[in-house]
Structures are given as structure tokens and as C-alpha cells.
């Protein structure tokens, strides 16, 4: 494996999880999937804070980083053909 491979793999997986977690610290805003789980008990709030719109754009950016990790690991295998072949 290239180090470039592995650099962009590594922040994939960096990436994959700040991703799931910023996506589970959102607050449900009913009628999704969160109300499968009880997530339809909790009173709604009018309005959005300064943090949860902090907390959008940084899932967005984090969202935009995950994607063009797989973009580039596509070209990266697609530059080295002989990577994980026997």
C-alpha cells in the first residue's frame, strides 16, 4: 500500500466517525427516523441556536471532507492498478 492509499484511508475513517457523530448529536426534529427509536416524546422548540447551526455547517464540512476522501481514493487505486492485487 502507498502512502498517499493510506493517508486518505486513515482520514476516511477519521472523517466516518466524526461524521456519525456529529449526525447523532443533532436534535430530532420529529417525524423522522429518530421517532422510531422514541425520539417523539421530546417537545420542539422554536427556532435554532447559535450551536446548532455551528453544529449543521461542521456535519456539512465534515460531510463535503468524507466525500472527497472516496473521490480520491477512487482516482488514487485508479493511478495504482498494482495496489492490492496478489
Known amino acids: 500500500m502507498t502512502w ?9 475513517v477519521i472523517t466516518s466517525l466524526a461524521l456519525s457523530m456529529f449526525v ?3 436534535k430530532n426534529r420529529g417525524g423522522g427516523m429518530s421517532d422510531l427509536f422514541g425520539g417523539g416524546m ?3 422548540m422554536g427556532g435554532s441556536s447559535v450551536a446548532e ?3 449543521d455547517r461542521l456535519t456539512i464540512i465534515v460531510g ?9 481514493l477512487l482516482e488514487l487505486y485508479r493511478w495504482f492498478r498494482d495496489v492490492g492485487t496478489i
Request: glycine share 0%.
Open 53 to 55: 447551526r455551528n453544529l
Open 24 to 26: 447523532l448529536l443533532h
Open 4 to 12: 498517499p492509499i493510506l493517508t486518505v484511508s486513515i482520514l476516511l
Open 42 to 44: 421530546s417537545s420542539t
Open 64 to 72: 463535503l471532507v468524507w466525500l472527497a476522501c472516496i473521490l480520491l
